[in-house]
């Protein structure tokens, strides 16, 4: 079965370096998305990406955030100076083939990242 | 700005037993899906509805959807210990975009013997 794959499944940095996320969305979806889920917390939006561009974002996802998918395949969250609050479990999300635009949205399996 | 309201937060219930998780959301909205979060893994999708309505079962669980009162209940059957985990309502308000899901607060579902 097809599945959102990411890497790594945990990273820890220092505060103020940079850190990539990497996703693997499932190959024919057309939405892709990052969510972010702080300890015991619900789920929040971070950004949506269709067509090779944002379509939308949240308040979390301001200047320090940026994503790109740059070779069709891999699609990544990159945190540029990451602060002690950056400290979550990310996901990667996939979903919407053509045709079959209200399908739920697959989720990867997570990228837990502690900023020490 | 959508808000959607999960109750309870928490419930422990014995094996074998009924209950009705409750989510309710504050704007219109025609897509509504259910995921199981197990501790310290993935979402996993459950339940997605899509119509007024709507009402779909798998094994023990059983999801429906009233978009005009905008509340979807999650209704376990017989629980069992396997049960155990947080389950989330997601809403998606329109269809047809890239549109992003609003999740709810969870409920931590403890299945005791």
């Not at chain 1, 917390?41 to 994503?67: A, R």
């Not at chain 2, 999708?45 to 209940?73: H, Y």
């Not at chain 2, 549109?99 to 709810?104: A, I, W």
Request: aromatic share 12%; hydrophobic share 35%; net charge neutral.
């Amino acid at each position: 079965e097809p599945e959102v794959t990411q890497t790594p499944s945990h990273q820890v940095t220092q505060m103020g370096q940079e850190v990539i996320l990497r996703c693997v969305p499932i190959s024919n979806h057309l939405y892709f998305y990052w969510y972010r889920q702080i300890l015991g917390q619900k789920v929040e939006f971070l950004v949506s990406f269709y067509n090779n561009e944002i379509s939308e974002k949240s308040e979390i996802f301001d200047d320090q955030f940026s994503v790109e998918r740059p070779d069709g395949s891999n699609f990544t969250l990159k945190i540029r100076s990451t602060k002690l609050e950056d400290s979550a479990m990310y996901f990667c999300a996939s979903r919407g083939q053509v045709g079959l635009l209200n399908t739920e949205a697959f989720f990867g399996q997570g990228t837990r990242l502690t900023v020490v | 700005e959508l808000k959607v309201e999960q109750n309870p937060l928490f419930l422990s219930m014995q094996e074998g037993k009924n209950y009705t998780i409750y989510c309710n959301y504050s704007t219109t909205s025609d897509r509504l899906y259910w995921y199981r979060q197990d501790p310290g893994k993935s979402l996993e999708s459950l339940f997605v509805l899509l119509s007024n309505g709507a009402v779909k079962q798998e094994g023990r669980l059983m999801a429906s959807l009233d978009t005009k009162a905008r509340l979807s209940t999650l209704h376990i059957t017989a629980a069992v210990h396997d049960l155990s985990a947080t389950y989330f309502c997601a809403v998606a308000p329109h269809t047809g975009t890239a549109s992003k899901l609003t999740f709810g607060t969870g409920t931590r579902l403890q299945v005791t013997l």
